[in-house]
């Protein structure tokens, strides 16, 4: 069971819908399989100093386009442009996902894990990503990026999927909500059910949605040593 502080910090739901993170076009255009698989979305995405920056918002907008195999092509470019930032390593570090699967097998898999999603909820759909519809180099803090995307806000189970990720992680070790082996990545099905238990009961309890719940935890993680 994970039971979080009674008081934390929980931001409104405008807050979290407006969490921009900068993007290098130019960069990720030359990583991909072909400029079609970029969200021509991403190009009204307003310039904040040297990049322009890209928010939850957006990215919900191209999710909501996600019924073809382009629209998931683009949701999944949109959730990886969204949780990666600039730098030239982390971005050839996501970009991997193109490098060792056809533009075809990743078409399939992405196809068969959002069914999933839809049909039989987050953890299953966690599985799947886990397991049979497993894309190399996706691993869990971007794959449960997509199934957020995805489902946060159409999600037809109890639960809607959340973003678990390393930061998030810490956040709930430092409010001793996980126990000390509880990892920082690589989470199995199940620990990732768990989550989704916590969160959900937390944001009933204090009347809000869940991403609220995880934007907090990640914030808090973010300041953590």
């Given at each position: 069971?994970?039971?979080?502080?009674?008081?934390?910090?929980?931001?409104?739901?405008?807050?979290?819908?407006?969490?921009?993170?900068?993007?290098?076009?130019?960069?990720?255009?030359?990583?991909?399989?072909?400029?079609?698989?970029?969200?021509?979305?991403?190009?009204?995405?307003?310039?904040?100093?040297?990049?322009?920056?890209?928010?939850?918002?957006?990215?919900?907008?191209?999710?909501?386009?996600?019924?073809?195999?382009?629209?998931?092509?683009?949701?999944?470019?949109?959730?990886?442009?969204?949780?990666?930032?600039?730098?030239?390593?982390?971005?050839?570090r996501?970009?991997?996902?193109?490098?060792?699967?056809?533009?075809?097998?990743?078409?399939?898999?992405?196809?068969?894990?959002?069914?999933?999603?839809?049909?039989?909820?987050?953890?299953?759909?966690?599985?799947a990503?886990?397991?049979?519809?497993?894309?190399?180099?996706?691993?869990?803090?971007?794959?449960?990026?997509?199934?957020?995307?995805?489902?946060?806000?159409?999600?037809?189970?109890?639960?809607?999927?959340?973003?678990?990720?390393?930061?998030?992680?810490?956040?709930?070790?430092?409010?001793?909500?996980?126990?000390?082996?509880?990892?920082?990545?690589?989470?199995?099905?199940?620990?990732?059910?768990?989550?989704?238990?916590?969160?959900?009961?937390?944001?009933?309890?204090?009347?809000v949605?869940?991403?609220?719940?995880e934007?907090?935890?990640?914030?808090?993680?973010?300041?953590?040593?």
């Amino acid at each position: 069971m994970i039971v979080l502080p009674d008081d934390v910090d929980l931001p409104d739901r405008d807050a979290v819908l407006s969490q921009a993170i900068p993007f290098d076009r130019a960069r990720w255009i030359r990583l991909l399989p072909d400029s079609t698989w970029w969200p021509t979305a991403l190009e009204e995405c307003p310039d904040v100093g040297r990049w322009p920056r890209v928010d939850r918002r957006a990215v919900f907008r191209i999710a909501s386009q996600a019924d073809t195999a382009e629209g998931r092509r683009r949701l999944l470019v949109a959730a990886l442009v969204w949780g990666t930032g600039t730098k030239a390593q982390s971005v050839n570090r996501r970009a991997r996902v193109f490098e060792h699967s056809s533009p075809a097998d990743i078409d399939a898999r992405l196809g068969e894990a959002l069914d999933v999603l839809r049909a039989r909820g987050a953890a299953d759909a966690y599985w799947a990503f886990n397991n049979n519809q497993r894309v190399p180099y996706l691993g869990p803090a971007f794959f449960t990026k997509v199934l957020y995307f995805a489902g946060h806000d159409r999600a037809p189970a109890s639960h809607h999927p959340v973003i678990l990720d390393s930061v998030v992680s810490r956040a709930l070790k430092a409010n001793d909500a996980v126990d000390i082996n509880w990892p920082e990545n690589g989470w199995t099905t199940d620990q990732y059910r768990l989550y989704l238990d916590g969160v959900h009961e937390y944001a009933q309890a204090r009347g809000v949605l869940p991403d609220q719940v995880e934007a907090a935890l990640f914030s808090q993680g973010k300041q953590l040593p």
